[in-house]
């Protein structure tokens, strides 16, 4: 078992998300706070120029220019992607990392609650999600896209050997609440202590399997064949994460006053339901399956 020493903390990757931004200047004040004695904790504050400018990023999002071809191409040079290249080489680089783990703070308008996002396959991340659900239940784990290599993953937090997304909501964009900034503080500081526990060979007993939630695709809003949006999330599903939608069930309601409703094969469970970060995508919500995962696997 290689054990885990340098961890960075990531706020800001998008800049209007507050709640990172705000805990790593907090914590860049009191580093005590997430000290802990067999990790070199480090803060980083990904873009900057797009928290001041009260926007999501400047030219692209951010998260989406890590795929290791992508860092690797010097044509692409708008801020965001040249601020990648810039991070990768402080965090990563990611085909030989110096950052054994990424915890990247997020902020979402849907209502999902606290969820952890699990990036990749190794039982390392079996057993923080066992540690977490032992130690705050309501905590949703998602393997999201786990099955893609790290090369192929264009999330910021696969530049290190390990990482991971906390993604808490719902929060409007540009704004601070306190139960969300307790909640992360929460979280973080619960990935902190199974770091520390699992160099020191001493975590606690946990859950043989704990309840989890599988990214499967995610879909559209409906659009005219000009791309104008014919209709919005209906009513019986907003704000309804992992809640199960069943074949058959009310999915959009379009402004002619028709209703579409899910023709799925199988019940799936909606999440990032109405992400106003989304809409110039016209994406509408991300479907996901129940799994299970072993913990000691």
């Known amino acids: 078992m290689k054990a885990i020493n340098k961890v960075a903390v990531v706020g800001g990757t998008h800049g209007n998300e ?23 904790v480090t803060t980083v504050l990904a873009n900057s120029p797009a928290h001041d400018a009260n926007r999501r990023y400047l030219d692209s999002d951010l998260n989406r220019q890590f795929k290791l071809d992508d860092l690797n191409n010097h044509e692409l040079t708008n ?21 054994d783990f990424i915890i990247d703070l997020h902020n ?40 893609l290599a790290r090369a192929d993953h264009q ?57 989890a939630f599988r990214y499967i695709d995610s879909i559209k809003l409906p659009l005219s064949e000009s791309g104008e949006r014919l209709g919005m999330v209906h009513r019986s599903v907003q704000d309804q994460d992992f ?29 990032f339901i109405n992400e ?3 809409y110039d995508n016209n994406l509408a919500m991300s479907m996901h399956e129940a799994v299970k995962i072993k913990v000691y696997s």
């Not at 801020?79 to 950052?99: D, F, M, V």
């Not at 999902?112 to 130690?135: E, T």
């Open 79 to 99: 801020y965001e992607q040249s601020r990648a290249k810039a991070l990768n080489q402080q965090l990563g680089p990611k085909e030989n990392p110096k950052t």
């Open 155 to 211: 999330l910021l937090a696969t530049t290190a050997r390990y990482g991971v997304i906390i993604e808490i909501g719902p929060q409007p964009q540009s704004v601070l609440r306190h139960d969300v900034i307790d909640q992360m503080q929460s979280i973080t500081g619960l990935i902190l202590d199974f770091l520390q526990a699992y160099n020191q060979q001493s975590l606690p007993e946990l859950p043989q399997t704990i309840d």
């Open 108 to 147: 979402t308008t849907s209502n999902m609650g606290p969820c952890v996002l699990l990036l990749q396959q190794d039982p390392i991340y079996n057993l923080l999600a066992g540690y977490l659900k032992l130690h705050m239940p309501e905590v949703v784990i998602v393997r999201d896209d786990d099955h």
């Open 18 to 40: 507050f709640t990172g931004v705000y805990l790593v200047k907090q914590w860049r004040e009191n580093p005590e706070l997430i000290e802990r004695s067999s990790l070199d």
């Open 276 to 278: 106003a970060a989304y």
């Open 243 to 271: 809640t199960m939608l069943n074949p058959g069930d009310p999915l959009f309601q379009m402004f002619s006053g028709e209703t579409i409703y899910y023709e799925g094969e199988h019940a799936v469970y909606p999440a």
